[in-house]
């Protein structure tokens, strides 16, 4: 699938129990333009190496093609989702998904339903720029949450009205990212791709209903 021997675990993540950590103060939130904010809570998950190394042997990873223009393209990832009322692939997900549910409830209005996961498998692979607008996040206001596990890879954002630089932020280990309010319609997110030699990242998306 790809060369691990670029993967290199987090020395903080040594012998750690896993755990699903807290969020509330110990997330840090940056106000961008337009409504848009984003958190962060860094080594949300610990003992994250060892969920990540799980995921990547039992979650059923395919590949997928799609059409970019006049052509019909790879995606440069590998994917995987669960639906509204599937299980999700380990325990862990289902704990973490919990913890979101009960921190950022109130503020949602709802609960996260779906799973999203992609394997990028090294630096080649990546996610050009967009918003999450299929669906409801095109007209409301909504929550995306992002756990990044395995190596870490720079997450990008820039305002669609452009103007400003990108806002970059290299998550990964654990690190958790929240797109929140008017993010998806107002500002765009990227994985960029990288020329250095990179280990294998997953990517665990969170969305409320109806969210793509």
């Known amino acids: 699938m790809f060369d691990d021997a670029w993967f290199q675990g987090s020395l903080l993540d040594t012998d750690t129990p896993e755990s699903v950590g807290a969020l509330g103060a110990a997330v840090e939130r940056v106000t961008l333009s337009d409504g848009a904010w984003v958190d962060l809570r860094r080594g949300w998950i610990s003992g994250a190496d060892e ?8 979650v059923p990873w395919r590949a997928e093609r799609r059409r970019m223009y006049e052509r019909v393209v790879d995606v440069p990832r590998l994917l995987c ?21 009960g921190n950022y409830g109130p503020e949602l209005g709802e609960p996260f339903t779906t799973a999203g996961l992609c394997l990028y498998r090294d630096g080649r692979d990546s996610v050009a720029w967009h918003g999450d607008t299929i669906g409801r996040g095109s007209s409301e206001d909504t929550m995306i949450a992002i756990m990044s596990l395995g190596t870490p890879r720079v997450l990008a954002l820039r305002p669609r009205a452009g103007g400003a630089m990108p806002v970059r932020y290299e998550v990964g ?25 990179l280990g294998p990242r997953i990517s665990v998306q969170f969305r409320p209903r109806g969210v793509r």
């Open 173 to 197: 280990h654990g690190d958790l990212l929240v797109m929140g309010g008017s993010c998806q319609r107002t500002w765009e997110h990227a994985v960029p791709k990288s020329a250095r030699p």
């Open 81 to 101: 989702f669960y639906g509204d009322g599937e299980d999700l692939p380990d325990p862990m997900l289902t704990q973490a998904r919990a913890a979101l549910d």
């Open 51 to 58: 969920l990540f190394a799980r995921l990547l042997e039992s």
